[in-house]
């Protein structure tokens, strides 16, 4: 019956007769499957985009920093300020659940700006003090020279490794960086790397403009004494950051005479906790974008049904004058089928190429934009068999009713109709 042709003239007799009709019928599965694939696609690359700025972090990591109490506690009043300081550094070493425990400065506070010259040329850049165990914590790769070694902390050296942006600030194409001096609020620093940002968005745009220098040189030079700004954490792979984060809040909590009821006292940022959330949002997100695409593709579907059924009807005598001449229910039910099948599944795998498309073009104009929150839409292996699937069985339901309507039309009746 799929080979007869012709089965295949009569069916393509029916849609150009009524070119209208087959055209809007089509569009309906078409659009169906095209929004599919294009919302998917886009929920992929927004969290391409979003899930990369954790790439810059260890997803077993958490921050936490001194902030102003809000709690009284054992004769101390609310509202009082303190700093972590270098003895705390060594106590959260002991703790067992802990894998990596970096202090962190940042000069004028987070987000801080500074000044920062070489001759005449002038930056506002961040300026980090840091341990060589913060890239353990966060992702760093260098593009020429080094990074911060245990050596330049015990000698308190005066070195720096900086963004891509700090060097093409103050540098020429034609200077070499590395090894040359900047500038810091009147301290000069010997550039020993330059970085290569990592993650997307804000996180990649922080990255090209920070200066890291040793933090004890840091603490030296710009007379910190020995205050901690935060400490940047990774808990050991069997032990969840939230629960360590937990025992690292207590312990500072009760060493600085911070209520335990103060929630507000030691800030903190969980990675893992963050990094689940967003897991969690975007998992949601996909099911509603099957949720949504699947009905549009059910209306298309409906669509197509309902045109069947009304063909039915128009060639009631035609389908008589079939089963007058001896044509079995499975041949008027594989005529229908057929023709249904073929406009659902050509038009649906229209839909599917101009989808497919739609995402390569949009992937190639953002793919050179590492700011860009929207990284990288593609639509999975399974998403194209899955939709495939849906194609052929939504073709196939589309076809079933109109097709058994056809054969309950007795040869008389239908040779009768007018």
């Known amino acids: 019956m799929i080979f007869e042709r012709d089965s295949w003239q009569e069916i393509f007799a029916t849609m150009k007769k009524n070119k209208l009709r087959t055209f809007l019928t089509a569009f309906g599965v078409f659009w169906g499957i095209f929004m599919l694939v294009i919302m998917l696609g886009s929920g992929s690359g927004l969290r391409h985009g979003v899930l990369k700025e954790f790439q810059g972090s260890a997803t077993n990591s958490f921050f936490v920093w001194a902030q102003t109490t809000t709690k009284a506690y054992k004769g101390m009043k609310p509202g009082r300020d303190y700093n972590f300081k270098n003895a705390d550094t060594k106590v959260l070493e002991q703790l067992e659940e802990l894998d990596v425990v970096s202090p962190q400065n940042q000069l004028g506070g987070y987000n801080g700006g500074n000044n920062v010259t070489r001759g005449v040329k002038t930056g506002n850049f961040q300026v980090m003090g840091e341990f060589p ?29 900086i963004g891509p942006r700090v060097a093409e600030v103050l540098f020429t194409a034609a200077e070499k960086v590395v090894g040359d001096y900047i500038k810091i609020n009147g301290v000069n620093f010997r550039v020993i790397g330059i970085l290569i940002p990592q993650g997307s968005g804000q996180q990649y745009r922080e990255q090209e ?18 205050i901690v700004g935060w400490f940047s954490i990774t808990s050991k792979k069997e032990v969840p950051a939230s629960v ?22 030691v800030g903190h940022w969980n990675t893992e906790v963050q990094f689940n959330k967003m897991n969690g949002l975007f998992k949601g997100i996909e099911w509603l974008v099957w949720f949504v695409g699947a009905g549009t593709l059910a209306a298309g579907v409906i669509g197509v049904s309902n045109i069947m059924l009304i063909v039915v009807r128009e060639r009631t005598k035609e389908i008589g004058v079939k089963r007058a001449l001896g044509a079995t229910p499975f041949h008027v039910t594989a005529q229908i089928m057929i023709e249904s099948l073929f406009l659902t599944s050509v038009s649906g ?22 700011t860009s929150m929207f990284q990288n839409p593609t639509v999975d292996l ?23 309507k056809a054969n309950a039309i007795s040869p008389v009746e239908a040779l009768r109709y007018e």
């Open 244 to 265: 360590a984060e937990e025992k690292v809040i207590r312990l500072l909590k009760e060493r600085h005479k911070v209520s335990p009821e103060d929630k507000q006292g």
């Open 133 to 161: 165990s913060i890239t353990m914590v966060e992702n760093m790769r260098l593009r020429e020279g080094r990074f911060i070694n245990p050596i330049d902390i015990t000698e308190k050296r005066k070195v720096c490794v």
């Open 209 to 226: 403009q920070k200066i890291h220098i040793p933090f004890s040189t840091f603490q030296n030079a710009f007379n910190y004494g020995d």
């Open 349 to 370: 795998l229209l839909g599917l190429l101009a989808g497919m498309g739609s995402i390569r073009l949009i992937n190639g104009l953002i793919e050179d934009d590492p």
């Open 382 to 404: 399974y998403v194209v068999l899955g939709a495939l699937t849906i194609l052929l069985v939504s073709g196939a339901l589309a076809g079933l009713i109109p097709a058994r």
